[in-house]
């Protein structure tokens, strides 16, 4: 069986400078540096100052498209930095579907945990999430913004995964405190997750936040899988990234939250955490897998 990140269509460095160059002569020449690619996406550096993402599947075509629309409107409030969409491309003969090119948006992603700015992060952090969640959802639906159709936390649908997912890093031996483990999946158990609704980022992880020299958490990326959903869906970054100790920052600004969406968070977080672990074992990326086996630990404790 494949693996949901394998490619149908991949942009090589040529192609993209084509492309490009073709839709956007106001900024050619283009001189590209790829920066990464994830499941949805391949990612360009464009000219230092922009950033161009290639759907790299047909699946993610619709994705790219919602967030071309609610980007600009979220960029108007949120306290940290986000994507704003500059540059629409649109599919021909040597690219099937659109891609969006954006203002590089400045940062790294986080590699080692331990150096994480806890309460700094979190605070912002919490503001962000405040902002994102208390969006209408009205407007967000007027914007093209979907509903969660992938029972995003959904435990009965996704616990087995899960669950084969952090074998396979016990057999490799990435995980070695399978007592912790086990004492988790023993706890899970079905929750309702039905309501409530905010509009959700929806892929919040590791590799979709940005740190600034500081290490303090400085911008969101990767805006693809936005949906009106459970907030536990976002939450679940409180678990995989910020330390234990400075959790309650971020609950000073965002607010009380149920305990059932603070299981379903925690549920999230390692479900995630174990999925980019195994993708990057499968893509021979030291530096995901070992910043990936730290989110896990710290969704764990």
Request: net charge negative; charged share 25%; glycine share 6%.
């Amino acid at each position: 069986m494949a693996n949901p990140w394998e490619a149908e269509f991949i942009v090589d460095c040529e192609l993209a400078v084509q492309l490009i160059e073709s839709q956007f002569p106001e900024i050619d020449p283009v001189e590209t540096k790829k920066i990464g690619e994830g499941f949805d996406n391949t990612i360009y550096r464009v000219n230092e100052e922009y950033l161009f993402r290639f759907p790299r599947r047909e699946i993610a075509v619709p994705l790219i498209e919602t967030e071309a629309a609610i980007l600009p409107r979220l960029n108007s409030i949120a306290p940290l930095n986000i994507p704003a969409p500059l540059f629409y491309g649109k599919p021909g003969s040597h690219y099937p579907w659109p891609f969006l090119g954006y203002k590089y948006v400045k940062g790294s992603v986080p590699t080692d945990l331990s150096k994480i700015n806890g309460e700094d992060s979190a605070r912002l952090l919490g503001r962000m999430l405040t902002k994102i969640h208390q969006f209408s959802i009205g407007e967000a639906v007027e914007l093209g913004v979907p509903y969660d159709t992938l029972y995003r936390v959904d435990i009965e649908k996704r616990k087995d995964k899960m669950i084969e997912n952090m074998e396979m890093l016990m057999d490799s031996g990435c995980v070695k405190w399978e007592e912790k483990w086990r004492k988790f999946t023993d706890s899970l158990q079905h929750i309702d997750y039905d309501s409530p609704k905010t509009l959700c980022h929806g892929d919040l992880h590791i590799r979709n936040i940005l740190v600034d020299e500081k290490h303090t958490i400085s911008g969101i990326i990767d805006w693809g899988d936005v949906h009106i959903g459970n907030p536990a869906v976002d939450l679940s970054i409180v678990y995989s990234l910020l330390p234990k100790e400075s959790r309650g920052f971020f609950f000073q600004e965002y607010g009380e939250v149920e305990e059932n969406i603070l299981q379903l968070a925690r549920f999230k977080a390692v479900y995630t955490a174990a999925v980019l672990a195994v993708y990057g074992i499968d893509k021979k990326d030291t530096f995901l897998v070992s910043a990936s086996i730290q989110s896990l630990k710290r969704s764990l404790d």
